[in-house]
């Protein structure tokens, strides 16, 4: 029976085109804190479903998904980092939630990255 291929074994065995020595994985120690997803439900009515596919992965994962339309319905994010204190956030891509972005065609499920001073 053949051996199996990893994807560790294939990684090795694939010439790499670069010079310099990949960088070392970064240490990573898990805290307790609530795991959450800045999260959109105009997912769902994509023409591609990856995104909303993710989304509900991670919700059956434990994740809990914030943003307009869901339990918590916080749409900045300094006031949802200092709320829920998460240990993880998820976040997908910022065109589709950056309103100067001509991707975002959901304006009330933008997310608010900095207060501005009025």
């Given amino acids: 029976m053949a051996e199996l291929e990893t994807i560790a074994k294939r990684i090795t065995a694939t010439p790499h085109s670069y010079t310099c020595e990949p960088l070392p994985a970064p240490s990573y120690q898990r805290r307790d ?14 023409m591609t479903d ?3 596919q993710l989304q509900c992965g991670l919700r059956k994962a434990g994740y809990r998904q ?10 900045r994010v300094p006031e949802i980092l200092g709320a829920l204190n998460p240990s993880v956030v998820i976040v997908q891509d910022k065109r589709e939630w ?19 001073s009025i």
């Fill in 66 to 75: 914030v943003g307009h339309g869901y339990d918590y319905s916080e749409t």
């Fill in 33 to 46: 804190g609530e795991r959450i997803m800045l999260a959109m439900k105009s997912f769902s009515r994509h």
């Fill in 98 to 116: 950056d309103i100067e972005n001509a991707a975002c065609f959901d304006f009330q499920a933008h997310f608010l990255t900095c207060v501005k």
């Fill in 50 to 52: 990856e995104g909303w």
